[in-house]
């Protein structure tokens, strides 16, 4: 009760080819590996600062207005 060996493996990849087929397991490989590239990028561009990058875009903040219609709430925690 060992692990797999060659041939148990050979016979689960032609299984799962026979099921998916060759270009649908293509789109979810190149897929996977979209979705790894992006997040090793957040996860880079996560830990830097506006301060500390150079090419980092400003935050755009709107002036604001007053409105009668608009309720402006602030959290406070309790003491």
């Known amino acids: 009760m060992g692990s797999f060996s060659i041939w ?22 190149s897929d996977l590996g979209a979705a790894v590239k992006g997040f090793k990028d957040g996860v880079r561009d996560g830990g830097t600062t506006p301060e500390t990058s150079e090419g980092a875009p400003q935050q755009v903040t709107a002036a604001k207005k007053s409105d009668a219609n608009t309720v402006d709430v602030e959290a406070k925690t309790k003491s």
Do not use: E
């Not at 689960?12 to 979810?28: H, R, Y």
């Open 8 to 29: 148990h493996w050979l016979i689960v990849l032609l299984v799962v080819v026979l099921i998916f087929g060759t270009k649908k397991l293509k789109n979810m490989g």
